[in-house]
């Protein structure tokens, strides 16, 4: 009669962890990292007992160790390459209510313009494309994407001015 997971897993460990919590600091070199590791080989093996050959159960625990610690070395390299964005200034809070206030504004401006018109500054002007690419977006020439632009800026100026 095979044994039972808990039993089996039990003796497995008793026998095995050190041996296993070695490897794996030879490999990511750090103690506690290497005990999770163990620890998480043996909770997935409990968890896909029965094998088909449980005299593989110790090579299993061997491959799923060395696996996860190949995988905690991956992302200390991508964790090392990873640079943080430029942490920006703190704004006040007066100020940031009043930069919200203008973004309003002009969301709201934006909103009264003709579609196009507003399709148009919103790829020049929020997503910074060229005219010619806004062009082939919309399925217009290149001179009218520049004309609307145009005259799209000036009609949002003088919304925001008679809004001011």
Known sequence: MPDDAPAAVSRLYRQHWLGLVRLAVLV??????????????????????????????????????LNRSRSVLRRRRVARLYTPPALRPEISAESEVVLSEDRLEVQQALRKLPTRTREVLVLRYYLDLPHAEIAQILGISESTARSTASRGLGILTEQLKESR
């Open 28 to 65: 990511v070199d750090d103690r506690q990292s290497a005990e999770d590791l163990v620890q998480e080989a043996f909770a997935e093996l409990y968890r896909r007992w029965p094998l088909d050959d449980a005299d593989k159960a110790l090579g299993y625990l061997r491959t799923t160790v």
